[in-house]
């Protein structure tokens, strides 16, 4: 089976998609299928690419991926981290990525049997369709998360983005902004619903989502998570008693505004100030982490903000920790994702601290792997955090965590059902195009 991956987010970067693609496209290629991917120029997450990416990576290149795989290299647009500059970049790497990929496929016989095309970007949903129509092949929209209700998620009607809310007054003008925002974000909704039911099928992450997209008339989507490789986390163990006097808490991810990280900061501080041993480590990028550094020294919080570490330095982060953090606002769309580092957290056997509502509490309440909190609960979190620090015993490591992983979250296992629907998706086309010409 050749397979054709069109997505904006690619090795040697790091990210969910890009370890997601990673997992997925190595076990592909080992399984005897042909996997090309169109992707831009390594850019993320600063928008440009390191120099040693510019040197590596040329637009419009055609280089040979770690698993065996094709890529061809796209343009791409230097972007800040606003949404107006980013969608831009979304839109100059779709369109330069149909022009290659309709020059590179001209035979026939060379053609991809199935094209992939996954949202973010959601301008790639739309090259993946054009493809998919012009070749007669089928399309197969991969939604990761809540896509695209989490772009344009906005709360009450009618809100306005604090930065806007600031910059336009008088009041007239802020409902005008307000009012052009929702439109706006109506008509993505619109848009991506559109592109969804144009594929032949639909592939989200998680089963909460999936029941979403059935409502909105999507026939069978098909659930494939995000995972793990159990075999590339090493599970840990209990520190020795009194190795350490402080509650250790790990937080390692993205501090975004998605994440309502704020909460860990100001519960730190509150947990010093009743004179309980805690630290609190925060590493990783994003908006919001200049901020959090600023906030924690306001608050004369015990917490490091520390900048994004290499993969292969991850384990001693683990094996520091009491307990491993993974966080969520309480906004409506998170009820329907689970964020993919917290598969990779349930492999360590740490006790996890989960600040989260939806199907990724559930999946933390279902494997036993810690205490589930609602999203950005203050006094919950210094009430854990103070039991936890009273009693160790309550962080202990757990297998449960691990084992549910092994079940339902492995990246071998995840790879051989998409696999399978893949070519279940292929033959069914095929038979469509065999009736077809009787």
């Not at 959601?122 to 399309?139: C, D, E, F, T």
């Not at 805690?278 to 490091?304: F, K, N, S, W, Y």
């Not at 559930?362 to 909190?373: H, K, P, Q, S």
Request: charge should be neutral.
């Amino acid at each position: 089976m050749r397979i054709l991956l069109v997505t904006h987010y690619y090795a040697p970067e790091f990210g969910a998609p890009q370890r997601r693609w990673s997992a997925l496209i190595q076990r592909f290629i080992a399984a005897g299928h042909q996997v090309t991917v169109a992707a831009p120029v390594p850019h993320y997450p600063s928008g440009r690419p390191t120099p040693q990416q510019s040197r590596d990576h040329r637009v419009g290149a055609v280089e040979r991926g770690g698993h065996g795989e094709t890529v061809l290299r796209t343009a791409y647009l230097p972007h800040r981290s606003d949404i107006g500059t980013r969608t831009a970049d979304h839109v100059v790497a779709a369109a330069d990525s149909l022009r290659r990929l309709l020059r590179r496929f001209t035979r026939p016989d060379a053609r991809p049997d199935v094209v992939i095309a996954t949202a973010p970007a959601i301008p790639s949903l739309l090259v993946g369709r054009v493809l998919a129509l012009h070749w007669k092949v089928p399309l197969v929209a991969e939604m990761r998360d809540a896509w695209p209700d989490l772009v344009t998620h906005v709360g009450p009607a009618g809100a306005v983005p604090v930065e806007l809310a600031h910059a336009a007054s008088p009041a007239p003008l802020r409902k005008g902004l307000g009012l052009l925002i929702g439109y706006a974000k109506g008509a993505v909704h619109h848009t991506v619903t559109h592109r969804q039911q144009g594929a032949q099928t639909v592939v989200t992450t998680t089963g909460r989502f999936a029941e979403v997209l059935r409502e909105r008339g999507i026939a069978e989507p098909q659930v494939v998570r995000n995972g793990t490789d159990l075999d590339g986390v090493h599970p840990q163990v209990d520190h020795a008693p009194g190795d350490h006097p402080e509650l250790r808490c790990l937080y390692l991810g993205n501090m975004g505004r998605s994440q309502g990280l704020d909460t860990l900061v100001r519960a730190a501080a509150r947990l010093r100030e009743q004179g309980v041993p805690i630290e609190v480590r925060m590493i990783g990028h994003g908006v919001e982490a200049t901020a959090l550094a600023a906030l924690a020294h306001e608050l004369d919080a015990p917490v490091q903000v520390l900048p994004r570490i290499e993969h292969s330095d991850v384990e001693e982060q683990y094996a520091w920790a009491d307990t491993v953090v993974v966080s969520l606002r309480g906004w409506a769309p998170f009820a329907w994702t689970v964020p993919s580092k917290l598969y990779e957290l349930l492999a360590t056997r740490r006790h996890v601290t989960a600040l989260l509502d939806g199907e990724a509490a559930e999946v933390v309440r279902e494997a036993g792997a810690g205490d589930v909190l609602a999203p950005q609960d203050e006094d919950a979190l210094v009430r854990l955090w103070g039991r936890l620090a009273a009693d160790r015993s309550l962080a202990a490591v757990r297998d449960s965590g691990r084992a549910w992983v092994a079940e339902h979250a492995d990246d071998d296992v995840l790879a051989a059902r998409y696999l399978g629907m893949l070519e279940d998706v292929v033959r069914g086309n095929a038979m469509e195009g065999r009736t077809a010409g009787a």
